[in-house]
């Protein structure tokens, strides 16, 4: 007990003070964890942790945090002693920043951009709690340069803490691709209250169907990059649960990937609910495949309209969507679907990864936020064709895609149409800007329809 | 634990231009996406224990769940842990007919951290090979017997290959940037001092222009990038095509792979049937960079049981597959094609390597084995074994009957 003390403390003094590991709750008055969760012994923080998180969770869930938290710092000084044990065999040799430093020289993603050798000494010895490091969060976009026109983010999270371990790299990526966020500086507002929503009822015979996703994470387990085969295991486990409650048109079922039958493989296929096994190299060279399919499925309601996906590029993904031009229907199913299932974690002691600053907290920083894309399939055969498009989609902060989802082509003249931002404006803000968008775009193919002449919208403010 | 030796206290050591090697974190550095190991043992065993239900792979059939929890506390000293070993065979469940292995060492201590797990899927793979047996090292060409008049009419080319990983860097699937670089670098430098008709240069990779990689490509030299999920599953892909490159003897009869799936891949090769010209040049090269090594203090990683070391499984030993592309259009039609060339201790692969077909009856065949015969051992198999399969092969053509010529198991 005393050598624990003593090696602890050694250990911390050569050693940058981590942030905290855990961010405060959303909109509770529950104490943030304190600052100084690493200074301490290792017996009196899990005591400290105890009294903070005893009103928040159940006990059981408390004991899962306390060791992995706990542990990391007992692990560490377990690693020195299984090191020195090793007696004569040589170890690992290291090498210093600048010979590990990526060639990032034909690189064209956002952490290309912004890893500065300077950035990569800095960090390149820092790790989470749970042992995840630089070089794994950049892996996937030193093995995925990029593409000369479109920009790639490069960089995942491992866990919520990378957020901060990380943020001066992190901090940079995020306010590139989210036109200038600043998480230093700003806030990220949350808004699920569907009624604010109007005119969200599309004319059908140019919408022909609507759809609003998104993700969240469970605090306190890997993110799936970094996840081991148990956590992922425990996410299912733990929503699985928590879907077996929802009811009336939420009411559904949930299909283990594992398990699933052939007769209800086809069927979700034909549904277009089916997810297969990640093939991009942008989601693999992060891990996130590991050990498929376990772990893995999909739950959806018995009306087919909400549908939530496990484990596969973040915790979860929610899905609402149905045929036709209803939006606003589809947004309230979604956010009463979110908050029922939040509500149901809550009940045994879980909860979302959220922050004031960056929102709801996903595996990949282009998600942060609100985590949306609220989008449409619709059909402007006269638009498509208009070289004004791309323009106008800008102006209203759109962006197209082919019906097959991201990098598929449009197909006789039907788009996918979908907000460009995620972070920095809430859900129905965003939501209610895809619905203003649509409806211009809608008034510009019939005007084209007329022969009549259509205008450029000027550019939409932004939240700067 | 308070020993006064350098490093084993103050693990954040992140000194930079510093020449002398300081101790990194351990464990917490793992590449491709496992975490810390130790955060881990938080889980009980069966929570952590992969599903195997629907694998065949040699790694599924020897895992139980006894073993992963004996074992899964454990890493190697450059923190390797069982998790990082059989990744790529719960990644990849294996196929029905072929039975991958299923696992990779990341450095050359995992044979022996994990032995109780390597050891079954060792003797397995080749052949019931004891963790007792010791393996014979012979890369003296003059014991080679006949090998320089293999009918060229039918014998199209011949080619050996083998690997070496150099003893104190992790293997691809755990190497850092900076080892796979230092591997790079020195192989460079001691492939540089070769000279006569070993005389040659170093393409790397990410600086080829496009005309050196046009002409790679036409020599039939140029690897790329891995596709096969078996090998990027276990993080052998990472950071590509960083530190990768190809050398070659300005003959184009010596080539070396440097950072491919092993740390050097050594190639000799020639067009027609002179197997005995091929495997001399072979071990000359082989001998020589291995000394050049030496001089620059590297040996590579070997031992008495396992011979020379790779990172995977079922290259241990010689790590040799000596082959030929011959023309057997008649032979591979014949009944008992497969039986021949299992009593011959051969296998057959398409023109293009493994998992590929054979284009118009011609086969690339090799030796099966790898670990408990000797270098001159498995191309004295290869030899004996293509000349009566080009034999047969002309009997064949007459019309006339094989039966008297089929062999006894070797």
């Given at each position: 007990?005393?050598?624990?003390?003593?090696?602890?403390?050694?250990?911390?003094?050569?050693?940058?003070?981590?942030?905290?590991?855990?961010?405060?709750?959303?909109?509770?008055?529950?104490?943030?964890?304190?600052?100084?969760?690493?200074?301490?012994?290792?017996?009196?923080?899990?005591?400290?942790?105890?009294?903070?998180?005893?009103?928040?969770?159940?006990?059981?869930?408390?004991?899962?945090?306390?060791?992995?938290?706990?542990?990391?710092?007992?692990?560490?000084?377990?690693?020195?002693?299984?090191?020195?044990?090793?007696?004569?065999?040589?170890?690992?040799?290291?090498?210093?920043?600048?010979?590990?430093?990526?060639?990032?020289?034909?690189?064209?993603?956002?952490?290309?951009?912004?890893?500065?050798?300077?950035?990569?000494?800095?960090?390149?010895?820092?790790?989470?709690?749970?042992?995840?490091?630089?070089?794994?969060?950049?892996?996937?976009?030193?093995?995925?340069?990029?593409?000369?026109?479109?920009?790639?983010?490069?960089?995942?999270?491992?866990?919520?803490?990378?957020?901060?371990?990380?943020?001066?790299?992190?901090?940079?990526?995020?306010?590139?691709?989210?036109?200038?966020?600043?998480?230093?500086?700003?806030k990220h507002p949350t808004d699920l209250?569907?009624?604010?929503?109007?005119?969200?009822?599309?004319?059908?015979?140019?919408?022909?169907?609507?759809?609003?996703?998104?993700?969240?994470?469970?605090?306190?387990?890997?993110?799936?990059?970094?996840?081991?085969?148990?956590?992922?295991?425990?996410?299912?486990?733990?929503?699985?649960?928590?879907?077996?409650?929802?009811?009336?048109?939420?009411?559904?079922?949930?299909?283990?990937?594992?398990?699933?039958?052939?007769?209800?493989?086809?069927?979700?296929?034909?549904?277009?609910?089916?997810?297969?096994?990640?093939?991009?190299?942008?989601?693999?060279?992060?891990?996130?495949?590991?050990?498929?399919?376990?772990?893995?499925?999909?739950?959806?309601?018995?009306?087919?309209?909400?549908?939530?996906?496990?484990?596969?590029?973040?915790?979860?993904?929610?899905?609402?969507?149905?045929?036709?031009?209803?939006?606003?229907?589809?947004?309230?199913?979604?956010?009463?679907?979110?908050?029922?299932?939040?509500?149901?974690?809550?009940?045994?002691?879980?909860?979302?990864?959220?922050?004031?600053?960056?929102?709801?907290?996903?595996?990949?920083?282009?998600?942060?936020?609100?985590?949306?894309?609220?989008?449409?399939?619709?059909?402007?055969?006269?638009?498509?064709?208009?070289?004004?498009?791309?323009s106008i989609l800008n102006n209203l902060?759109?962006?197209?895609?082919?019906?097959?989802?991201?990098?598929?082509?449009?197909?006789?003249?039907?788009?996918?149409?979908?907000?460009?931002?995620?972070?920095?404006?809430?859900?129905?803000?965003?939501?209610?800007?895809?619905?203003?968008?649509?409806?211009?775009?809608?008034?510009?193919?019939?005007?084209?329809?007329?022969?009549?002449?259509?205008?450029?919208?000027?550019?939409?403010?932004?939240?700067? | 634990?308070?020993?006064?030796?350098?490093?084993?206290?103050?693990?954040?050591?992140?000194?930079?231009?510093?020449?002398?090697?300081?101790?990194?974190?351990?464990?917490?550095?793992?590449?491709?996406?496992?975490?810390?190991?130790?955060?881990?043992?938080?889980?009980?065993?069966?929570?952590?224990?992969?599903?195997?239900?629907?694998?065949?792979?040699?790694?599924?059939?020897?895992?139980?769940?006894?073993?992963?929890?004996?074992?899964?506390?454990?890493?190697?000293?450059?923190?390797?842990?069982?998790?990082?070993?059989?990744?790529?065979?719960?990644?990849?469940?294996?196929?029905?007919?072929?039975?991958?292995?299923?696992?990779?060492?990341?450095?050359?201590?995992?044979?022996?951290?994990?032995?109780?797990?390597?050891?079954?899927?060792?003797?397995?793979?080749?052949?019931?090979?004891?963790?007792?047996?010791?393996?014979?090292?012979?890369?003296?060409?003059?014991?080679?017997?006949?090998?320089?008049?293999?009918?060229?009419?039918?014998?199209?080319?011949?080619?050996?290959?083998?690997?070496?990983?150099?003893?104190?860097?992790?293997?691809?699937?755990?190497?850092?940037?900076?080892?796979?670089r230092a591997v790079e670098t020195l192989?460079?430098?001691?492939?540089?001092?070769?000279?006569?008709?070993?005389?040659?240069?170093?393409?790397?990779?990410?600086?080829?222009?496009?005309?050196?990689?046009?002409?790679?490509?036409?020599?039939?030299?140029?690897?790329?990038?891995?596709?096969?999920?078996?090998?990027?599953?276990?993080?052998?892909?990472?950071?590509?095509?960083?530190?990768?490159?190809?050398?070659?003897?300005?003959?184009?009869?010596?080539?070396?792979?440097?950072?491919?799936?092993?740390?050097?891949?050594?190639?000799?090769?020639?067009?027609?049937?002179?197997?005995?010209?091929?495997?001399?040049?072979?071990?000359?090269?082989?001998?020589?960079?291995?000394?050049?090594?030496?001089?620059?203090?590297?040996?590579?990683?070997?031992?008495?049981?396992?011979?020379?070391?790779?990172?995977?499984?079922?290259?241990?030993?010689?790590?040799?597959?000596?082959?030929?592309?011959?023309?057997?259009?008649?032979?591979?039609?014949?009944?008992?094609?497969?039986?021949?060339?299992?009593?011959?201790?051969?296998?057959?692969?398409?023109?293009?390597?493994?998992?590929?077909?054979?284009?118009?009856?011609?086969?690339?065949?090799?030796?099966?084995?790898?670990?408990?015969?000797?270098?001159?051992?498995?191309?004295?198999?290869?030899?004996?074994?293509?000349?009566?399969?080009?034999?047969?092969?002309?009997?064949?053509?007459?019309?006339?009957?094989?039966?008297?010529?089929?062999?006894?198991?070797?």
């Amino acid at each position: 007990g005393l050598i624990l003390c003593f090696s602890v403390h050694l250990y911390v003094a050569r050693v940058k003070p981590s942030p905290p590991c855990f961010h405060s709750i959303r909109g509770a008055s529950s104490p943030t964890l304190p600052s100084t969760c690493h200074s301490l012994p290792a017996e009196k923080k899990k005591l400290k942790m105890a009294s903070s998180f005893s009103r928040i969770l159940s006990s059981k869930r408390k004991i899962q945090i306390l060791s992995l938290v706990g542990g990391s710092v007992t692990a560490g000084f377990l690693l020195h002693r299984d090191h020195v044990s090793a007696g004569g065999v040589p170890v690992r040799r290291s090498y210093p920043a600048s010979a590990e430093y990526p060639d990032l020289r034909k690189h064209n993603n956002c952490m290309a951009s912004h890893l500065t050798p300077a950035i990569y000494a800095k960090l390149c010895d820092k790790a989470t709690p749970n042992g995840y490091t630089l070089d794994q969060a950049i892996q996937t976009g030193v093995d995925n340069p990029g593409h000369p026109f479109i920009k790639t983010v490069g960089m995942v999270a491992g866990d919520e803490e990378s957020y901060e371990v990380f943020a001066d790299l992190l901090n940079p990526v995020i306010k590139e691709r989210h036109n200038g966020y600043d998480p230093c500086t700003m806030k990220h507002p949350t808004d699920l209250d569907s009624s604010k929503i109007h005119s969200g009822n599309f004319d059908a015979k140019y919408v022909l169907s609507s759809r609003v996703r998104t993700g969240r994470s469970i605090r306190g387990l890997s993110l799936p990059p970094a996840c081991t085969r148990a956590e992922r295991r425990e996410v299912e486990r733990v929503v699985v649960e928590a879907l077996a409650g929802l009811k009336d048109d939420l009411a559904g079922k949930y299909f283990s990937l594992t398990q699933m039958t052939d007769e209800e493989q086809q069927q979700l296929i034909d549904d277009h609910f089916l997810f297969d096994k990640p093939v991009s190299p942008l989601l693999t060279c992060a891990g996130m495949a590991r050990d498929w399919p376990d772990a893995r499925g999909i739950w959806h309601n018995n009306d087919k309209t909400f549908l939530i996906w496990i484990n596969e590029e973040d915790h979860t993904r929610v899905i609402s969507m149905e045929k036709g031009g209803n939006m606003k229907r589809v947004f309230e199913r979604f956010c009463k679907g979110l908050k029922e299932v939040e509500r149901l974690i809550q009940e045994r002691g879980w909860e979302f990864m959220w922050s004031e600053k960056l929102g709801y907290i996903l595996t990949c920083p282009s998600n942060l936020g609100t985590g949306l894309r609220a989008g449409v399939h619709v059909k402007l055969p006269r638009l498509s064709k208009d070289p004004r498009l791309n323009s106008i989609l800008n102006n209203l902060r759109l962006q197209k895609r082919g019906t097959g989802g991201v990098d598929t082509a449009a197909v006789g003249g039907v788009f996918d149409i979908s907000n460009l931002d995620r972070l920095g404006l809430s859900e129905v803000q965003l939501v209610q800007t895809v619905i203003d968008g649509v409806n211009y775009l809608i008034e510009c193919e019939k005007k084209l329809e007329k022969g009549q002449d259509i205008k450029v919208p000027p550019p939409l403010k932004y939240f700067k | 634990m308070l020993s006064s030796s350098a490093g084993t206290i103050g693990i954040f050591v992140s000194t930079t231009g510093s020449s002398s090697p300081q101790i990194r974190q351990q464990g917490s550095t793992m590449p491709f996406g496992n975490t810390h190991n130790q955060m881990k043992m938080k889980f009980a065993s069966e929570q952590e224990y992969p599903d195997l239900s629907k694998h065949n792979n040699h790694m599924a059939k020897i895992l139980t769940p006894a073993l992963y929890e004996r074992l899964r506390s454990k890493q190697t000293p450059s923190g390797f842990t069982l998790d990082d070993v059989i990744q790529t065979g719960v990644d990849n469940p294996g196929h029905p007919f072929i039975m991958t292995v299923g696992c990779v060492a990341g450095d050359e201590e995992t044979y022996e951290v994990f032995k109780e797990l390597l050891d079954p899927v060792i003797e397995d793979r080749h052949g019931g090979y004891k963790p007792s047996d010791k393996h014979k090292t012979d890369l003296n060409p003059s014991n080679l017997k006949g090998g320089d008049d293999l009918d060229s009419n039918y014998v199209l080319s011949s080619r050996v290959r083998t690997g070496r990983s150099v003893r104190g860097f992790c293997l691809p699937p755990h190497c850092s940037r900076g080892e796979r670089r230092a591997v790079e670098t020195l192989s460079i430098e001691a492939l540089a001092s070769l000279s006569g008709d070993l005389k040659g240069k170093y393409y790397a990779l990410k600086n080829m222009t496009e005309a050196e990689q046009q002409q790679l490509i036409d020599d039939h030299f140029l690897f790329d990038k891995p596709v096969s999920p078996l090998l990027l599953a276990s993080g052998m892909g990472r950071d590509w095509p960083d530190a990768r490159g190809i050398w070659h003897n300005d003959n184009k009869t010596f080539l070396v792979w440097v950072n491919e799936e092993d740390h050097l891949r050594v190639i000799s090769m020639q067009k027609g049937g002179n197997m005995k010209e091929v495997f001399e040049r072979f071990c000359t090269g082989l001998t020589k960079i291995e000394t050049l090594f030496k001089e620059r203090n590297h040996a590579f990683m070997w031992n008495e049981h396992l011979g020379y070391v790779l990172t995977c499984p079922s290259n241990l030993g010689t790590g040799l597959r000596a082959g030929v592309h011959v023309k057997l259009p008649n032979m591979s039609k014949h009944a008992k094609f497969e039986e021949v060339l299992k009593k011959l201790r051969l296998q057959k692969r398409g023109t293009g390597g493994v998992d590929t077909a054979a284009v118009g009856g011609v086969f690339d065949i090799s030796n099966a084995d790898r670990l408990g015969f000797s270098e001159v051992e498995l191309v004295q198999m290869v030899v004996d074994g293509v000349k009566l399969l080009v034999e047969m092969e002309k009997k064949l053509e007459k019309g006339q009957s094989i039966d008297d010529l089929m062999p006894a198991q070797k």
